[in-house]
């Protein structure tokens, strides 16, 4: 396969008036090779041709016509000019619908980031009213403990003088009896509230046994937290599930404070050699959520550990 021969002054002509080479040999070698009014023509006829922008290939050497030049008549300028409009109006409309589509890519690609933007602000916003909820019940036990306090106080005080205790059985008796129906109108699972209550008296330990000690005492908080958070998130990687006890980082933020080490022990981890490892099959991604909230509620109460160790079930 070669590229057949043209007449290469007609070629020139027809490349001068804007014609790609590749067009201009294609017209001159179908029209006959003859002239350019011809070859124009025979543009024009094939104009929507699919390969009419590709050099056409022949089997055998094509004799060259006349070289003759033919004069170039004001007919086969404007013919010439009017295909010029075509094919710049073709590329122009092309080039509108291959915008169009970029801007619907554009909108498409938009609206999937503000539907990836709206579910991430969702789960930061339901995990916002989690850690809330959990505060505020730390915050009522607080008060409950409060108002317990200042009760014990106001008998105390009664007593010294000898007066006597009036109402106090009947509060005593009515206080237990409100207990055993709310325990009854909500029953909750032993086994919950039991670790819940020992991860939070085992944090309000940590910061009583360091109370003078509040900048620390909040970086084993945030610590643990960090610890928890790391096998929730990825609870099949081991890497995740150990942690080396002489570990000098570990050591000055979490094992050297009196009841670092339990919370983690609370959490499921149990020590092996110089490591504590939390066994995958013993992974309870219920315990260590409470056990996130709980941390949270430590580091952002301040009623957390200001009172006595509360009496557990």
């Given at each position: 396969?070669?590229?057949?021969?043209?007449?290469?002054?007609?070629?020139?002509?027809?490349?001068?008036?804007?014609?790609?080479?590749?067009?201009?040999?294609?017209?001159?070698?179908?029209?006959?090779?003859?002239?350019?009014?011809?070859?124009?023509?025979?543009?024009?006829?094939?104009?929507?041709?699919?390969?009419?922008?590709?050099?056409?290939?022949?089997?055998?050497?094509?004799?060259?016509?006349?070289?003759?030049?033919?004069?170039?008549?004001?007919?086969?300028?404007?013919?010439?000019?009017?295909?010029?409009?075509q094919l710049h109006k073709r590329?122009?409309?092309?080039?509108?619908?291959?915008?169009?589509?970029?801007?619907?890519?554009?909108?498409?690609?938009?609206?999937?980031?503000?539907?990836?933007?709206?579910?991430?602000?969702?789960?930061?916003?339901?995990?916002?009213?989690?850690?809330?909820?959990?505060?505020?019940?730390?915050?009522?036990?607080?008060?409950?403990?409060?108002?317990?306090?200042?009760?014990?106080?106001?008998?105390?005080?009664?007593?010294?003088?000898?007066?006597?205790?009036?109402?106090?059985?009947?509060?005593?008796?009515?206080?237990?009896?409100?207990?055993?129906?709310?325990?009854?109108?909500?029953?909750?699972?032993?086994?919950?509230?039991?670790?819940?209550?020992?991860?939070?008296?085992?944090?309000?330990?940590?910061?009583?046994?360091?109370?003078?000690?509040?900048?620390?005492?909040?970086r084993a908080f945030e610590t643990?937290?960090?610890?928890?958070?790391?096998?929730?998130?990825?609870?099949?990687?081991?890497?995740?599930?150990?942690?080396?006890?002489?570990?000098?980082?570990?050591?000055?933020?979490?094992?050297?404070?009196?009841?670092?080490?339990?919370?983690?022990?609370?959490?499921?981890?149990?020590?092996?050699?110089?490591?504590?490892?939390?066994?995958?099959?013993?992974?309870?991604?219920?315990?260590?959520?409470?056990?996130?909230?709980?941390?949270?509620?430590?580091?952002?109460?301040?009623?957390?550990?200001?009172?006595?160790?509360?009496?557990?079930?």
């Amino acid at each position: 396969m070669a590229v057949p021969k043209v007449d290469k002054k007609m070629l020139e002509e027809l490349e001068v008036m804007g014609f790609p080479k590749a067009k201009a040999t294609r017209g001159l070698h179908y029209s006959g090779n003859t002239n350019v009014e011809d070859a124009i023509n025979w543009i024009i006829d094939h104009e929507n041709d699919p390969d009419i922008d590709e050099i056409p290939l022949v089997d055998i050497d094509i004799e060259i016509g006349s070289s003759q030049s033919f004069p170039i008549t004001e007919e086969v300028k404007i013919k010439a000019q009017k295909l010029r409009e075509q094919l710049h109006k073709r590329k122009d409309e092309e080039e509108r619908k291959l915008e169009i589509q970029r801007e619907k890519e554009r909108i498409q690609a938009g609206k999937k980031l503000n539907e990836m933007k709206r579910i991430a602000e969702e789960n930061e916003r339901q995990r916002h009213i989690a850690l809330r909820k959990a505060e505020k019940e730390e915050e009522k036990r607080a008060r409950e403990k409060v108002m317990q306090k200042l009760e014990q106080d106001k008998i105390n005080r009664r007593s010294k003088p000898g007066l006597p205790l009036e109402g106090h059985a009947t509060r005593k008796s009515l206080s237990l009896t409100i207990q055993k129906e709310t325990k009854l109108q909500n029953p909750k699972p032993v086994y919950t509230v039991t670790k819940v209550d020992l991860l939070r008296e085992c944090l309000r330990s940590l910061k009583r046994n360091h109370q003078d000690e509040h900048a620390r005492v909040r970086r084993a908080f945030e610590t643990l937290l960090i610890y928890v958070g790391n096998v929730v998130k990825n609870p099949n990687q081991e890497k995740y599930r150990k942690i080396r006890l002489s570990n000098p980082l570990f050591q000055d933020r979490v094992g050297s404070l009196n009841g670092g080490v339990d919370f983690l022990e609370l959490c499921g981890f149990e020590k092996m050699d110089d490591f504590l490892y939390l066994p995958e099959e013993k992974v309870d991604i219920t315990l260590l959520n409470s056990a996130g909230l709980v941390l949270k509620s430590a580091i952002t109460n301040p009623f957390f550990g200001l009172f006595s160790t509360r009496t557990l079930l």
